[in-house]
């Protein structure tokens, strides 16, 4: 438990290596400031008198300089003594040279400078500011104005970091991790407690088990930049855990933009293993990424259960087939086979020959207009990518050693497997936005997002599971998963010195799961050596059509008042409504036989799908009553049937109410900011099983499973941010609030699912109770200059019912099932630190290098009940552990940046990634597993050519060639292995013109 003696030592010691990793770059900002001899001052517009932030200076012919902060001021320390010339200057501003400045020891001398705006560089000034959208010093000085507290990546940071998508980039943010490469876990809380939002409007999802949106859809050449909103403020949706994540993109640039980006890529782990690459049957368009209806369920197929015997048995006539024409069994059993060959199944797999993968990007901008009058633009991104993958490594699960309590047994493992993995995906995305701002007072934009991700796996595992002692296992998968979203967004000012504001938002959203032709198909070792189709403990040549239809409407209206005599005074309120349908529908089929006398025979290694091939179909002559081959029949699988789809509608709406003021104490009102709101939320869930062949519920008089799952949740949500502007760059943040996190459609969903065989099965619960979230925060910011950074923070997360899953044991101690269920409660609490600096290594007339890190330390805890009611009214005691961390959740995470940018175009950048262990998924017992620490260091580099519009770039990914494992981590400190593989070393090199 969190609060146990031995885990205190523990995080004792976690933090003192934290403090020393953190103390680091803390050194490093306040060394500056220990050193004796030092020239200051303040820049500012010679007319206006305004303070010029980021102007550079420095000291001519050394290697000391700065740049000022957010008031003019600038700082060049650690000086010896002598006489200096002082360069100053500024974008659209004439440089100024100030001569013969002596500098005595142990001296301060503060020398102000006034800048002239140059005549000739004032059309320079606008493109400047537009290049510098999506830096790190934009990134900082929104962190730094922002009421809640947040944390963001920009996208210079992206660029140096070297990652293709957004799920890559979000490892760099404080606290952030990615489960399975795509969902973000942020302060230990999964991807449930997590809200993805595009330009602040949300987005469906096409996972069929999830209500978040994998980040990996989203390239990182659409992405100006990553905001993950760590408290909660009252306009925000109420399902709030471990932060809101908001991707931004542009609207329209400043100045016309047309480039293009074409790379290559490549893995040395796939280079050495080319021929462990296989393919299934596939179609055309394959490469692009799009099914051209070759894997597709055929459109002539019945719109009726495939059953054995037919449809139903009447007493006097027999069965009753659905067909008309058809009146015995062998006619049926034609009708079957018939359907089975007109799938195009490829149980067959070839050789895979791998193209050279490549991706391509393609932008458009431009704009037009007067800001006096009307301005617009448009900004249009395309982005293509495509990879092969192979993995290789061990699969394993285990049991409970009998007669020892908790101990595991290596005798005793449900599962000991080599399960090999290798597919080919692509990825396909596009924004296309339009922006127009009339008067500088009312401003349009409309934003069209499109995803599109294609994953064509195969599955090879060799091994043992709980039924059969040696084996091959297979299984084939293709899926497409493709969002598309349209949001039309308006901020008006309704007087010229905009204290009224009125803001709206509508989005409508889809999204697409298409699974078609999944296939599993197993074989057990006979006593000479070859393989034999299973089919005692599974039904053979498992073909399964999944379809997902995410719909999402929602709008938004917010009024905001600004008190024109002090605009930290103000109101806002709002009404919100969101709508959210989902249909999910599965049919599943197997090959069966006509009679009890078919063999799918015996076969080796290299004839592996063959039994199930076109040519051992069932064959019947029914004019002639004649059977001409007995052999394979397609039946579907009728199990679960009327339950394996499910219809989901959601309603949410809102109204909130907000205050912002300064607060009149102890004479602090120019310093103290209190942010006080309330949300009201109602929410209303229904959930409806039914069987995807007839579209309708079946009942049978002994069925207990519920025909509609209904969830009424109506809540009042408080939220107080208090921040405390101590001096001009220091800011100390409070926060309090309550939010909720709601289950995923098919966790409520009566509805059991299997990913591979001999693994888990996972059953959803329509009686599924929605969390309540209680957070904490505390977090000081110490901004130096605008692009540096010192912070430290606590936050603090009490659950009650929190979401989890139980574990336990149906048909046998080998049957491993998941049951989503309400946990009777949850914490989790950590520390996080952060810091950002410029170093000194090199002079600024030569070039900048800057550290970014960022560190989190925190720790989490479940308390399961003793007992849990299954839906149908039945009891079961769980086996899993009853106090554990939460899933997801690592104790220590550190990101670091190391970025060198040169003057003559070179820059390079070097990171590094680290997380603790952290539990993936719960066992029997004490055999939760849990992903095991890694290291993850990356290098990016690039050269600009100053004379040409070229830029060529090079990534190498995992210079550490680090393994992804797996394991069950027991108290001794030994590992029982349940995955490993190797991700290999990866590479990508780019060219980039700029018209």
Not at 220 to 249: C, R
Not at 672 to 678: D, E, K, R, V, Y
Not at 701 to 730: G, R, V, W
Request: with cysteine.
């Amino acid at each position: 438990m969190i609060l146990e003696h031995k885990n205190g030592e523990k995080a004792m010691k976690l933090l003192i290596k934290l403090c020393y990793w953190f103390l680091v770059p803390v050194a490093l900002v306040g060394s500056v400031s220990a050193q004796s001899g030092s020239i200051v001052g303040k820049i500012t517009d010679i007319e206006s008198g305004e303070a010029l932030i980021g102007a550079n200076v420095f000291l001519e012919g050394t290697s000391f300089g700065s740049a000022t902060d957010f008031e003019g001021n600038y700082f060049i320390q650690n000086l010896p003594p002598g006489t200096y010339t002082i360069v100053a200057n500024y974008i659209g501003y004439e440089k100024k040279i100030i001569e013969d400045i002596e500098l005595i020891d142990e001296n301060s001398i503060t020398i102000d400078i006034e800048l002239s705006a140059g005549a000739i560089e004032l059309q320079a000034v606008e493109v400047e500011v537009d290049a510098k959208e999506g830096t790190e010093r934009e990134e900082l000085q929104q962190k730094r104005e922002s009421t809640v507290l947040e944390d963001a990546i920009s996208a210079d940071q992206i660029s140096k970091s070297g990652d293709s998508n957004a799920a890559e980039a979000m490892r760099r943010v404080t606290g952030v991790t990615i489960r399975d490469g795509k969902f973000p876990v942020v302060r230990g809380l999964g991807e449930r407690y997590t809200a993805v939002q595009v330009n602040s409007s949300p987005l469906p999802s096409p996972e069929p088990d999830k209500k978040a949106v994998p980040l990996d859809l989203f390239p990182t050449s659409l992405i100006n930049g990553i905001k993950v909103l760590k408290t909660y403020s009252a306009e925000m949706p109420g399902e709030f855990g471990g932060g809101g994540i908001i991707l931004d993109t542009k609207a329209y640039p400043d100045q016309r933009v047309i480039d293009v980006s074409f790379g290559l890529s490549g893995n040395t782990y796939i280079s050495n293993n080319y021929d462990h690459l296989f393919s299934s049957v596939g179609g055309k368009n394959d490469f692009w990424g799009y099914d051209d209806g070759t894997r597709a369920l055929p459109k002539e197929f019945p719109d009726y259960v495939v059953k054995k015997q037919g449809g139903k048995y009447v007493i006097g006539e027999g069965w009753v087939y659905p067909d008309s024409s058809i009146s015995n069994f062998l006619g049926w059993y034609n009708r079957l086979s018939q359907l089975g060959r007109s799938l195009n199944t490829g149980f067959v797999h070839k050789k895979q020959t791998p193209k050279q993968p490549f991706s391509l990007s393609l932008k458009n901008g431009q704009k037009w207009g007067s800001k006096s009058f009307i301005e617009g633009g448009y900004f249009i991104n395309l982005n293509f990518s495509n990879k092969y993958y192979y993995t290789n490594g061990l699969s394993k699960t285990y049991l409970e050693q009998s007669g020892t309590e908790g101990a595991l047994s290596l005798v005793s493992s449900l599962e000991d497997r080599i399960l090999s993995t290798n597919g080919y995906s692509t990825s396909l995305a596009s924004s296309i936005s339009f922006g127009m701002k009339l008067w500088e007072m009312h401003d349009f934009k409309l934003n069209f997002i499109y995803s599109h991700k294609s994953d064509d796996k195969m599955y090879r595992s060799s091994g043992s599971t709980a039924n059969v002692a040696e084996g091959i296992f297979i299984s084939d998968k293709y899926i497409e998963k493709t969002v598309r979203s349209l949001s039309l967004n308006g901020d008006h000012k309704l007087n010229e010195i905009g204290s009224h504001n009125i803001e709206w938002n509508a989005t409508v959203g889809n999204s697409l799961r298409y699974e078609p032709r999944s296939m599993q198909h197993n074989y057990r070792f006979t006593d000479d050596g070859y393989l034999s189709v299973i089919a005692s403990s599974t039904e053979p040549g498992i073909v399964d059509y999944i379809d997902g239809d995410d719909n999402l409407l929602n709008l938004d209206l917010k009024y905001k008042y600004v008190n024109p005599n002090d605009e930290r005074i103000q109101f806002k309120t709002g009404l919100a409504y969101q709508n959210k349908f989902r249909n999910f529908s599965k049919r599943s089929f197997y090959h069966g036989v006509s009679h009890a006398s078919v063999s799918y025979g015996v076969l080796d290694s290299t004839q592996l799908g063959e039994p199930f091939s076109k040519n051992k179909f069932f064959l019947y002559n029914e004019d002639a009553d004649r059977i001409i081959q007995k052999g394979l029949i397609l039946v579907e699988r009728s199990d679960g049937i009327s339950r394996n789809g499910y219809r989901a509608d959601q309603y949410v709406d809102a109204a909130f109410v907000q205050f912002q003021s300064p607060v009149p104490l102890f004479g602090l009102s120019d310093k103290l900011l209190l942010i006080a709101g309330i949300r009201s939320e109602n929410y209303d869930l229904k959930v409806y099983p039914y069987n995807p062949v007839t579209g309708v519920r079946d009942f049978s008089q002994n069925d207990t499973i519920p025909t509609e799952s209904k969830q009424l949740d109506p809540k009042i949500l408080p939220a107080l941010n208090l921040n405390f502007n101590a001096t001009d760059n220091t800011i100390l943040r409070l926060a309090y609030s309550k939010t909720v996190a709601r289950g995923e459609f098919r966790e409520i969903a009566p509805f059991a699912y299997q990913e591979f065989y001999g693994k888990a099965i996972r059953i959803g619960n329509p009686d599924l109770k929605p969390s309540e979230i209680t957070n904490y925060d505390i977090r000081y910011e110490w901004y130096p200059t605008p692009t540096e950074l010192l912070s430290v923070g606590y936050f603090n997360k009490d659950f009650v019912n929190p979401i989890d899953i139980a574990v336990f044991t149906a048909g046998g101690s080998d049957r491993i099932n998941l049951m989503f269920m309400n946990a009777e409660s949850a914490k989790t609490s950590g520390f996080e630190f952060e810091a950002r600096k410029t170093l000194p290594f090199i002079p600024v007339t030569m070039g900048l290098m800057r550290l970014s890190f960022n560190a989190t330390i925190s720790q989490s805890e479940v308390q399961s009940p003793e007992s849990v009611t299954f839906f149908t009214g039945d009891p079961f005691t769980p086996v899993s552990e009853k106090n554990r961390p939460l899933q997801g959740q690592s104790d220590i995470i550190v990101n670091s940046l190391l970025s060198l940018r040169l003057n003559s175009g070179y820059n390079l950048a070097l990171s590094y990634n680290y997380n603790s262990k952290k539990l993936i998924s719960l066992q029997s017992f004490k055999a939760s597993e849990y992903e095991l620490p890694s290291h993850d260091v990356n290098v990016t580099a690039s050269k600009d050519f100053q004379k040409l519009p070229f830029r060529l770039g090079i990534k190498l990914k995992n210079l550490l060639q680090q393994k992804e494992e797996y394991a069950i981590v027991q108290e001794n400190g030994s590992n029982y292995y349940t995955s490993t593989f190797d991700p290999g070393f990866s590479w990508s090199m780019s060219f980039s013109y700029k018209f």
